[in-house]
């Protein structure tokens, strides 16, 4: 059974990533299960999705914990522990990711010796960071890699996912797509299904008793201030918003007053100051300043530094 | 007959469709809201000759699908969770008027705390209410089950309300291949909806109501639904086997795996049955005799079923993605009360409890859950109930407990954090004597 998981943020087209290529499965005579995975359903959130295809009757569901092929759509996501991009990885699984960096330095800075394939942004330069087309092409890559899927195939299925699109954004996203699948030639097929493992190579089941704790503390509860600092909504950008100064007028109060979180404040010199770690990229500032002095920049693939392991964490 | 790829959502929307519904009251809730989206597209695009009403609540919801299946059109509606609960009132009430109609609940764990995934406490506060349940696995299921729905709703010896589940996420948004049968046959396995005497017709009027009685006449009415459901046993079954010479899909009442020559045997509902399938395959080819008891109806029970298939196990592992506050599994309960006193009753009838608010079931968990069995099979000692929890899992609650400034960090390693709300902090907290708490945030670089 092909177990593959893809890694996106919520707009990035990660569920119709798994139902493309749920489908060219489909088509190519395989029985499938695909579904997406998030949470809070939020723009620019970290969201999984994952396709299971098998000639055999597929029984297993949920979260694919052992993934043969991990498709990472937007490489910041690898600094979100959360994100779980690594999660269940072993030596058999190649990962498929969308980067300006190369895979020596991906496998660095995941620590990981896996294969990885880089799949270079496929528009150099982009005018929104959602890329609208970046699922499709994710899928097309992953179903080369998968040496399953004919190209012809591929394209049946993108256009049976894509029929809503109008056009000249269907056309867009089959060319885009057909070409990661061409660009993927040179590993077509290097993705395969692991073997069954035996018994006792299953991780020992590590169960507890509960223990009773007072409901001080077990009850689901916050009782504490200034929490919402701790909640660094930075992640959650996909467009950053980048002041111009040269254009700033410092009139020092509309961005910062319109700012619905408040994290634009004015320096001593009476100039807007933006607090990345907090600034969720919903881009009001750049539509209230009045001289036009903010720009929406997508956001850089550079990886920001490491700041928590990745271990024990589940997607 | 050919496949296509759809949801459980979308599948139970192609129930609702084959049936032929004529009226959908509706209101949204994750992880459901797909199954009214895919239903109001039909109905716009002309798919579907059907009304649809957005109702103000659950609550209205319910006494709007109610009323209109006791004037006499063919209802179905849908719902999860909190508004399940919201709307329980009118269950009751709906399933007392006898009301027939078809409602699917795409299972989600209740608040607090909150979670958008799937256990089955939800669907199981409907458990007494007069409303039949049945319980799907996969996507076709739930197609399926959808149309013998309406065909067990509709029946005269059994009219009562007909709850089909189906388990968020794990259903509700999973696409598996699932057949879409031919909408003649539908036809002719449901036909039209013949209401007898619950008519309305705008020109002729009539009252209909329900009586406020003593608790005589009361006892008799709540007793007759009680037998309506025990009917509906027998009349399962009728529909089952006409379904599975119309469509060769057969669906029992519950379905059993591998149990003939099993020792031990799982016992649970709902999507992660599949998962204990496949643990069942995998122990088989171990060499080990395991099977799986799958409950499809679980109101009415299929008590005689259900102790017939376990007669003469050595063990019985019942895996319940829910808990009765207080006292524990739901269906574990009710096992040991079908079980108790019967000739061959499994001498030990374990309780696992896992799953809840969609916490995975990873297979190596049914394998440990079938040493446990067999090591009670030896010892002859009924372990105790066990929550699926690992100290790993323990260790992210304490992290998150630290978090919420609940309990302090010093035997909690905080650098493995594992929440969406904390991405680039830890916390360091500390207790004075006065017992206040003060923290202090430091970056871990």
């Known amino acids: 059974m092909y177990q593959i998981r893809f890694h996106g943020r919520g707009g990035q087209g990660m569920k119709t990533a798994s139902h493309i290529l ?11 299960q695909d579904a997406p995975r998030y949470g809070a359903e939020r723009r620019g959130a970290p969201i999984f999705a994952y396709v299971r295809a098998s000639h055999e009757t597929i029984n297993d569901r949920g979260i694919i914990l052992h993934p043969d092929l991990v498709i990472v759509a937007d490489d910041s996501l690898a600094m979100i522990p959360t994100a779980g991009v690594s999660v269940g990885l072993d030596a058999h699984t190649v990962l498929l990711m969308v980067s300006r960096h190369s895979a020596e330095y991906w496998q660095s800075y995941l620590d990981v010796k896996n294969k990885i394939i880089i799949l270079s942004p496929f528009v150099e330069k982009v005018d929104s960071a959602l890329r609208p087309e970046i699922g499709a092409v994710c899928a097309a890559a992953a179903a080369c890699l998968s040496g399953e899927i004919s190209r012809s195939t591929l394209e049946k299925a993108l256009r049976e996912e894509l029929s809503d699109l109008k056009q000249e954004s269907l056309t867009k996203n089959l060319d885009l797509s ?21 018994l006792d190579e299953y991780t020992a089941v590590d169960w507890i008793d509960v223990p009773f704790d007072q409901a001080s503390i077990s009850a689901p509860s916050i009782h504490a201030p200034l929490t919402s600092l701790l909640a660094n909504t930075g992640t959650w950008r996909t467009m950053k918003p980048i002041i111009d100064y040269d254009k700033c007028n410092g009139c020092h109060w509309v961005c910062s007053t319109y700012c619905p979180d408040s994290c634009i404040s004015v320096d001593d010199e009476g100039l807007p100051q933006i607090d990345y770690d907090k600034c969720k990229g919903c881009m009001i500032c750049v539509v209230q300043c009045p001289p036009n002095a903010i720009d929406a920049v997508a956001e850089t693939d550079e990886p920001g530094k490491k700041n928590t392991q990745t271990k024990g964490v589940s997607p | 007959m050919s496949k296509v790829l759809l949801t459980g959502n979308g599948a139970s929307a192609w129930g609702a469709r084959l049936a032929r519904a004529d009226y959908v009251p509706a209101f949204p809730i994750t992880p459901q809201t797909e199954i009214i989206e ?46 399940l609960l919201y709307a329980m009132e009118m269950l009751y009430s709906t399933a007392g008027w006898r009301a027939p109609f078809v409602m699917a609940n795409v299972s989600r764990g209740l608040s607090a705390p909150i979670t958008l995934e799937s256990d089955h406490n939800d669907i199981l506060a409907a458990r007494d209410s007069g409303f039949l349940q049945i319980h799907c696995a996969t996507c076709q299921d739930i197609l399926d089950s959808t149309l013998i729905a309406y065909r067990l ?16 996420f794990y259903l509700s948004f999973t696409r598996e291949p699932v057949e879409i049968p031919d909408t003649k046959r539908v036809d002719e396995f449901i036909g039209p909806y013949d209401p007898e005497n619950e008519r309305f017709t705008a020109n ?51 379905e059993t795996y591998q149990c003939d020559d099993a020792d031990s045997v799982f016992v649970m509902m709902g999507s992660f049955s599949t998962k204990a399938k496949e643990a069942v395959n995998q122990l088989r080819k171990a060499g080990k005799k395991v099977g ?65 608010g969609g916490r995975d079931i990873p297979i190596q968990e049914f394998f440990k859950i079938v040493d446990t069995l067999e090591e009670a099979t030896k010892t002859g000692i009924t372990p105790e109930p066990r929550l699926l929890f690992t100290s790993q899992e323990m260790e992210e609650v304490r992290k998150l407990q630290a978090i919420a400034n ?19 902090a830890t916390i360091d907290t500390t207790i004075d004597s006065n017992n206040k708490t003060s923290t202090t945030q430091r970056s871990t670089d």
Not at chain 2, 52 to 74: F, I, K, P, Q
Request: net charge neutral; with cysteine; aromatic share 8%.
């Open chain 1, 178 to 198: 057909l070409n990661a699948y061409d660009s993927m030639n040179g590993n077509k097929g290097i993705v395969t299904p692991k073997k069954d493992r035996p």
């Open chain 2, 38 to 83: 895919t239903l109001s597209k039909w109905i716009v695009d002309g798919d579907m000759d059907c009304r649809m009403v957005n109702m103000d609540s659950e609550h209205s919801m319910l006494t709007a699908a109610g009323a209109a299946a006791v004037t006499g059109v063919r209802v179905f509606t849908a719902t999860s969770s909190q508004g």
């Open chain 1, 22 to 32: 749920g489908t060219a499965f489909f088509l190519e005579g395989f029985n499938v």
């Open chain 2, 292 to 356: 799986l008891l799958q409950y499809r109806l679980l109101r009415p029970y299929p008590a005689k079923a259900i102790s017939h298939a376990l007669k003469n196990k050595k063990a019985v592992g019942v895996i319940d993605q829910n808990i009765s506050i207080g006292k524990g599994g739901v269906l574990h309960t009710e096992l040991a009360s079908a079980l108790y006193g019967q000739t061959g009753a499994p001498r030990i009838l374990a309780s696992f409890i896992g799953g809840l």
């Open chain 2, 153 to 168: 709703t509709e029946d005269p010896r059994v009219r009562l309300p007909v709850i089909v589940n189906l388990d968020g």
């Open chain 2, 406 to 424: 609940q309990i302090p960090t010093t035997t909690i390693d905080t650098t493995t954090i594992d929440t969406a709300t904390v991405d680039t």
């Open chain 2, 204 to 254: 002729v009027p009539v009252s209909q109501a329900v009586a406020v009685l003593g608790g005589t006449p009361y006892s008799y009415f709540r007793y007759e639904t009680h037998l309506a459901a025990q009917k509906a046993l027998e009349v399962y079954d009728e529909i089952a086997e006409e379904f599975a010479e119309k469509f060769g899909r057969h669906y029992p009442s519950i």
